[in-house]
């Protein structure tokens, strides 16, 4: 199958409201081009710092100058932390791209990472429609709370109000990021116990034959669906039946889905028609 043909906004664009006339559609770029190719300059260099000062003076920050500033992964979408920000660290963040935030006990900024090396390098920055709260939209380097949990998210309401005195610990999730998180589990107890509940994720964790061949039908039924002239649920079922069996081979192969989305996210500047050349270039050198 050619790969898929992308294109990327340019990082931290923001939207034009209030007479701010930043730059609100993307730009999009040539090839990816060799490691030894120059860096894109700073984002300090490619933003007009009269247009920076305009979109600060355009945030509603509250009585103490702050407002609320999230931090979400760019490829998960998962809620990484939430702090505060006020003028001179959205500055900050917009210069250097990492995340920066304004500590209420210490007055002063801070960038998340200074002290653990776990930074959230900034690909994009939002503002809500009311530009009262803030989005940094990054990539973590690692584990982003301080206990050494991949988010600061871990305690579900449900959990707690069902179970008080345990102190179960799951993070916040979508669906997708769920359901990859019961296969790794399933695959988990296969490994350690022979014993445990049996079930269909474990079967086909157990027989690589069943599961090749499950991906291969699966994946025969959706094409179906286009052929046939199928309606769209009966679409959306069967790409349901085949993305589960995917992520249960990827489980097999420690392939988490975060890895996936991170390639096609680089891939958004380079053609299909390229990025297939390039693989194949490598693969016969």
């Not at 993307?26 to 990816?32: A, L």
């Not at 081009?33 to 120059?38: F, H, I, L, M």
Request: proline share 5%; charged share 30%.
């Amino acid at each position: 199958m050619a790969a898929a043909s992308f294109a990327r906004p340019s990082s931290l664009s923001f939207s034009s409201r209030d007479g701010i006339k930043t730059p609100r559609k993307p730009k999009f770029f040539g090839p990816i081009r060799a490691s030894s190719s120059p860096p894109p300059p700073p984002i300090a260099l490619r933003f007009d710092p009269k247009k920076v000062e305009c979109l600060l003076d355009s945030v509603k920050w509250d009585e103490k100058g702050l407002a609320v500033a999230i931090a979400q992964n760019v490829d998960t979408g998962a809620i990484l932390m939430q702090g505060f920000a006020n003028r001179d660290a959205l500055a900050a963040t917009i210069s250097s791209q990492k995340a920066t935030f304004y500590s209420r006990s210490r007055s002063s900024l801070w960038t998340k990472g200074e002290t653990s090396m776990n930074f959230i390098n900034v690909k994009d920055i939002f503002l809500d429609c009311d530009r009262d709260s803030i989005i940094y939209l990054g990539k973590p380097d690692g584990p982003t709370c301080h206990t050494g949990a991949e988010t600061c998210y871990y305690s579900s309401v449900a959990d707690l109000l069902e179970e008080p005195q345990t102190k179960k610990e799951r993070l916040a999730s979508t669906t997708l990021y769920s359901l990859e998180s019961t296969i790794f589990q399933r695959k988990a107890e296969i490994e350690t116990t022979q014993n445990g509940k049996p079930s269909w994720t474990k079967k086909l964790l157990s027989n690589e034959e069943l599961l090749c061949s499950k991906v291969l039908e699966e994946a025969g039924e959706l094409v179906q669906t286009l052929k046939e002239n199928e309606d769209k649920s009966r679409a959306a079922s069967e790409m349901g039946d085949l993305l589960y069996h995917c992520l249960v081979l990827l489980g097999l192969k420690d392939v988490k889905v975060e890895e996936v989305l991170e390639i096609l996210r680089k891939r958004f500047s380079q053609s299909g028609i390229e990025e297939k050349r390039s693989r194949l270039t490598k693969n016969h050198s």
